[in-house]
């Protein structure tokens, strides 16, 4: 059975950093892609970005490209998602996953989630 735990949100002022971590436990970590989602109050969720068991040619949302980095560390089982030039658009709860698809930006093609953490910038 896979488990993922997200930790490392909380509030942080705009144009601030944070890092969040996702820790996975169970069976054969570097064969899923771990994406991160994220979902504010009153909005659907969304794709943030993503990486495959390499580590290599990760994938962000156009929203967050060039201020957010994925990174995953396959001896530790954990991904990070750290998260800089913070903007109060990005408050909302980050959620990781796990899949076996290719298709990564879909949120119904991973198949394990986390609970979520929370990210609040404010302004």
């Known amino acids: 059975q896979v488990q993922l735990v997200e930790s490392g949100g909380g509030v942080v002022q705009a144009g601030g950093s944070l890092r969040v971590s996702c820790a996975f436990s169970g069976r054969a970590f570097t064969s899923y892609t771990i994406g991160w989602f994220r979902q504010a109050p009153g909005k659907e969720r969304e794709f943030v970005a993503a990486v495959t068991w390499t580590g290599g040619d990760p994938k962000y949302a156009d929203s967050v490209k060039g201020r957010v980095t994925i990174s995953r560390d396959n001896a530790k089982n954990t991904v990070y998602l750290q998260m800089n030039r913070l903007d109060p658009e990005d408050t909302a709860v980050y959620y990781c996953?796990?899949?076996?698809?290719?298709?990564?930006?879909?949120?119904?093609?991973?198949?394990?989630w986390g609970q979520g953490t929370a990210v609040t910038v404010s302004s």
């Open positions: 996953a796990a899949t076996r698809s290719s298709l990564l930006y879909t949120a119904f093609r991973y198949d394990y």
